[in-house]
């Protein structure tokens, strides 16, 4: 099978990790810009050298999309960018022609702008170290209430006129791309929610673009690998099993629907079905919090999973969303100490409980139904995955001063352990911050 992908960004969740998941089946060719191109934290992609790479892409079975990137540049771009609406109409406009000369089912997905409830700008333009705050909270009560809440007078006009503006036209962009989708173009569309809210513009928009025929996602980052598995089209039948069975109603952190919810619909956006756990193809264990998720980075504490990991005698995988951003190091020790075996078809800690699922989803979905199974492949994709969501975001990060290999050892140690292998990572900041790290084996 030929699928094409086009990321978000150069992070190595948004371009490495599909590279390594679709190297578990040796029969996909997987085709992807050269990383150059695409963007970062300070810089938009080169827009114009992705154009070509589209318009030269040999024929292809699917094409996961990245809308945001070819319309601004990224997902970060796309809440800073200062080009109007009729530039960034005008843009896309040549992206569709480009796509339909492609004889290929395209999976697409574009964002609905976050808002963060903070006042860090490092995603965001200027004005948000000082504003970002109260422009959260004057969208949270203005949705709340009905109307428009008096703490917009306490923002200067010019920056809430800016903000509102934004907000506007990529509004306006994705009612196009709702047009492209009914005219047959897309074979799926999806519209992200990130960093979601009870209240807000962004769920207004959501609500908005769902009465207009759209389908909007809570998440982002994870969503064109949930594409990646819904691309491949044979169908597999998953069961969750929550570790926390009478907690499934609660909310994950950055999100706006319940974890059961969030379950269920990246089995079903990524091409999967719900199923018994005696039916199923692949169990799909969800170490889900009790009271609320925990936070390690944010200081959050929760109460650690304290039951019996159990192993099926079918293929299974694990969503460790107990914590939101790292592991729970009570069940990776579990699983480690239970030792390795066939029917394990991945782990995830990865960020947000959307991000965790929808990489698992992913993994366990294409090694499930590979046709030429690349076993090296895979557990090279466990040991990052470990690595980074246990080792790394659980517990070396929070180490201050420390240096990172030196961190890292007695983790690598365990994980080639646990996996059987001799892999020697390196690992280094892509982004100068601490929030991702990249691992390579």
């Not at 339909?100 to 089912?105: L, M």
């Not at 690595?387 to 180490?399: E, F, I, P, S």
Request: glycine share 6%.
């Amino acid at each position: 099978m030929k699928i094409a992908f086009l990321p978000i960004d150069n992070r190595p969740v948004c371009y490495t990790l599909p590279v390594q998941i679709s190297r578990i089946d040796r029969c996909i060719e997987f085709f992807i810009p050269e990383r150059r191109l695409l963007g970062d934290l300070t810089m938009q992609a080169d827009i114009s050298g992705l154009f070509k790479w589209l318009e030269n892409l040999p024929e292809c079975d699917a094409i996961v999309l990245s809308l945001d990137t070819i319309a601004y540049g990224g997902l970060i771009p796309s809440r800073r960018s200062p080009e109007t609406f009729d530039e960034i109409k005008e843009r896309i406009g040549r992206l569709k022609d480009i796509l339909k000369t492609k004889n290929a089912k395209i999976y697409a997905f574009s964002s609905i702008m976050r808002i963060s409830n903070n006042n860090i700008n490092e995603e965001e333009k200027e004005y948000w170290s000082r504003w970002g705050k109260k422009i959260f909270d004057y969208s949270y009560q203005t949705h709340k209430l009905g109307c428009e809440s008096c703490i917009a007078n306490v923002i200067p006009s010019e920056i809430l006129d800016d903000y509102l503006a934004t907000r506007k036209r990529n509004f306006e962009i994705n009612k196009i791309y709702l047009e492209w989708q009914k005219e047959g173009l897309l074979d799926t569309l999806v519209f992200s929610k990130d960093d979601c809210a009870e209240y807000g513009f962004n769920v207004q928009e959501a609500k908005a673009l769902e009465q207009l025929g759209g389908f909007t996602k809570t998440g982002a980052d994870e969503i064109p690998l949930t594409l990646l598995a819904r691309a491949i089209a044979k169908p597999v039948k998953i069961s969750p099993v929550f570790l926390a069975p009478d907690c499934i109603e609660l909310i994950s952190n950055y999100e706006d629907v319940s974890i059961e919810n969030s379950v269920r619909g990246q089995i079903e956006l990524s091409g999967c079905t719900l199923s018994s756990k005696e039916d199923a193809d692949i169990i799909l264990y969800v170490n889900n919090f009790e009271e609320k998720q925990g936070e390690i980075v944010m200081g959050g504490w929760t109460k650690p999973f304290d039951g019996i990991l159990e192993k099926p005698e079918k293929p299974f995988m694990i969503a460790d969303v107990r914590y939101a951003n790292g592991s729970d190091n009570a069940l990776v020790e579990q699983v480690l100490n239970s030792g390795y075996d066939e029917n394990f078809y991945g782990y995830s800690g990865w960020n947000t409980s959307a991000n965790t699922l929808g990489s698992l989803i992913c993994v366990a979905k294409i090694k499930f139904c590979a046709i030429d199974y690349n076993e090296q492949a895979f557990k090279s994709l466990e040991a990052i995955r470990l690595l980074d969501d246990w080792g790394y975001q659980a517990n070396v990060r929070q180490t201050a001063d420390i240096e990172l290999k030196q961190g890292m050892y007695p983790y690598e140690q365990r994980v080639n352990k646990f996996l059987g292998t001799n892999f020697t990572p390196e690992y280094k900041l892509p982004w100068n911050r601490k929030f991702e790290v990249e691992i390579t084996l």
